[in-house]
């Protein structure tokens, strides 16, 4: 059963998918999908394209990725935090550094983003979000005029806390436009302002920021919480996330 348009006249929706596993419960048909995933692939991808990539292929297996192996493009693949033996690199920020990305192509698979980015397919527009473009991404949205649906990645299809506060800062951000926000939204949004003067101190808590300690990469999710140091929003344009012009 698809979520039910608002009674409100000409408003625009906004709601917060918490998992890929509850979009059939969406009309993602008829609205924007902004795809989430904090931890790290969504920052990552943000990163490369503000860093001059020319494009990122997401796909969803690593088998995919590897059909690309000859092919001039960089191949990232990521499973459980850790980089996939034979590939360039996986989905650390750090590694989509201008010297490494500007004028490249890359093939990408993560655990939790590309999944949730391939499920969004039907959609109007698919964007890509992360705190690196989130006042960018925010004009942009306002300035659709569209519904908005903010899928968050989380942790193989379950609810994580990282990208719902993302998706609570996101539904901040739009309250000026007057939105009617779900209540998926709203709860999101209470986070959000539980944990934004101290984001790096209340995500620690997450069971993601623990697994990625526990491989010692924890100046990766430190630099995942900047906040508008990019300004390029990836769009998916056929089977690749490009700069929006």
Not at 205 to 228: P, Q, V, W, Y
Request: charged share 20%; aromatic share 8%.
């Amino acid at each position: 059963m698809k979520t039910q348009k608002s009674d409100n006249q000409g408003s625009l929706n906004v709601e917060v998918c918490l998992t890929p596993a509850l979009l059939p419960l969406y009309d993602i048909e008829n609205s924007i999908v902004v795809v989430i995933d904090i931890f790290r692939a969504t920052s990552s991808i943000c990163y490369g394209i503000e860093n001059g990539a020319s494009a990122i292929i997401p796909v969803s297996h690593v088998e995919e990725c590897s059909a690309y192996h000859g092919s001039g493009c960089l191949l990232a693949a990521e499973r459980d935090g850790r980089v996939v033996e034979g590939f360039d690199f996986g989905n650390s920020p750090f590694s989509y550094v201008a010297e490494k990305v500007e004028g490249k192509t890359i093939v990408l698979t993560t655990t939790n983003g590309t999944h949730a980015i391939q499920l969004s397919r039907s959609a109007k527009q698919i964007l890509i979000g992360s705190f690196f473009n989130l006042t960018a991404l925010a004009d942009y949205l306002i300035s659709t005029k569209q519904n908005v649906l903010l899928v968050c990645a989380g942790w193989k299809n379950k609810f994580n806390l990282e990208d719902t506060i993302f998706a609570g800062a996101m539904v901040n951000k739009l309250k000026p436009a007057a939105y009617t926000p779900d209540d998926s939204s709203i709860a999101a949004e209470d986070l959000y302002l539980l944990a934004k003067d101290d984001l790096r101190g209340y995500l620690k808590k997450t069971s993601h920021s623990e697994r990625l300690m526990k491989l010692g990469i924890e100046a990766d999710i430190s630099f995942c919480l900047n906040i508008d140091i990019t300004t390029a929003i990836p769009v998916l344009e056929g089977d690749k996330l490009v700069k929006l012009k």
